[in-house]
């Protein structure tokens, strides 16, 4: 028993430290190429800076995660709304462009061959024609109705509630969730 305790606290201690960063020292901006750039008041600036919600699904107005060229986490802002209108404003900007999903309305077709499937779908942003590689691995089911889909570019498609779509997309999706 005391073995496992031992091994707990080293595994502890190599979790990393994520740098809480106070909402009011930090500057978000774009620099002449149209990257985005995060300046911290201790002078510390990092450039090429992605922008990702710590809980995308479940909490999308707090703690945003601050990401450098290498995908490697700079700090989190746990309150957003305190940070400065421009900042704020571009951390919104690259929020939708990072997680651009667009919500499925209606499935018009779905075909599955050699284990890709080929779907035809409308969605709040247009008629959708994507592949996914086996509908039952692509599909993650966020409980309550809610499906996400995976293409295999790696684009996600949400679908609200799939009981509420017509009876055509359900009878779809009836075979694969």
């Known amino acids: 028993m005391m073995k496992g305790s031992a091994e707990l606290r080293l595994d502890l201690a190599r979790e990393p430290h994520y740098d809480d960063l106070p909402a009011e020292q930090v500057r978000l901006f774009r620099d002449d190429s149209g990257r985005i750039r995060l300046e911290v008041k201790d002078d510390r600036t990092y450039l090429d800076v992605k922008v990702v919600r710590a ?81 039952r691995d692509a599909i993650v089911n966020l409980g309550g109705g809610e499906l996400l889909i995976a293409d295999v570019d790696g684009n996600r498609y949400r679908i609200e509630n799939w009981h509420n779509l017509n009876l055509q997309s359900r009878r779809f999706l009836e075979r694969v969730v």
């Open 55 to 135: 809980f995308p699904f479940s909490d999308k107005k707090h703690f945003f995660g601050f990401l450098d060229g290498r995908n490697k986490l700079i700090g989190v802002v746990k309150e957003p709304a305190e940070l400065d209108p421009d900042s704020e404003r571009l951390a919104e900007e690259a929020l939708k462009r990072h997680y651009f999903i667009p919500t499925i309305q209606e499935v018009l077709s779905l075909k599955e061959e050699y284990g890709a499937v080929y779907v035809d779908a409308i969605t709040d942003y247009g008629t959708r024609h994507f592949v996914a590689k086996g509908l």
